[in-house]
């Protein structure tokens, strides 16, 4: 059974500072891997998605990166503003589930 | 190009009632997936449908049901409600394209059970 963790559970940081959030799995056989921006109380608002074969994605600012074969991947968020906080799910893909860890809430200071 | 929608944003049940949740899937997409999302934790797979038959299911109990319709729109059926079935319930459509297959996700219906 595939196992998704996301470390740290919450993060505080001031505007302007790099965001590092890491994801890591148990299971290296997945289809691809998505990064997830969710507000309170709202759905979930697709980020980046990293296919198995690929290394890193980016847009934008976010830039995310996957090594498949230690069951990590991390996504960076350069120069954060206030209007990044949320909470950031990641999730892995096998033939037909996304298996989800349980997100990193980022709280960005004005 | 119309996103996923759900209906009814919100809900209210007692322990023992019966639920449906509906969700109208984004154009041209042919899968269905639904998540239990508790509060705090990340969204659970409940099940999947492609084109009007059920194609995985996560662990839940038989009591959770659903079906696709030929538009590609879908219900999620709770029967005999417990009060850990509160949660936001998510949808998401797709199309079945293997490893680029994005699913994307629909605003969500926040059931209470009291």
């Known amino acids: ?110 | 190009e119309t996103g996923v929608t759900q209906s009814p944003t919100h809900l209210i049940k007692t322990r023992g009632q019966q639920v449906t949740l509906r969700c109208s899937s984004q154009s041209g997409h042919n899968t269905v997936s639904w998540y239990q999302q508790a509060l705090g934790q990340g969204p659970q797979f409940i099940f999947q449908y492609y084109r009007e038959e059920e194609n995985g299911r996560g662990n839940f109990p038989p009591r959770f049901s659903g079906l696709q319709f030929p538009n590609y729109s879908s219900e999620l059926n709770v029967n005999a409600l417990e009060l850990d079935d509160s949660a936001l319930y998510l949808c998401a459509s797709s199309f079945r394209t293997g490893a680029l297959e994005t699913q994307y996700f629909g605003p969500g219906t926040r059931l209470l059970v009291l």
């Open chain 1, 1 to 110: 059974k595939q196992e998704v963790t996301q470390i740290p559970a919450a993060l505080s940081v001031p505007e302007g500072e790099n965001l590092v959030l890491n994801c890591s799995f148990t299971d290296s056989a997945i289809y691809n891997l998505q990064w997830f921006r969710q507000d309170p109380g709202k759905g979930l608002t697709s980020l980046l998605l990293i296919q198995s074969s690929q290394r890193e994605q980016t847009s934008g600012r976010l830039n995310a990166s996957l090594d498949k074969s230690s069951g990590r991947s991390t996504l960076y968020i350069a120069a954060s503003q206030p209007g990044d906080s949320a909470t950031y799910l990641c999730a892995v893909k096998d033939d037909y589930k996304l298996s989800f860890g349980a997100g990193t809430t980022v709280t960005v200071r004005a």
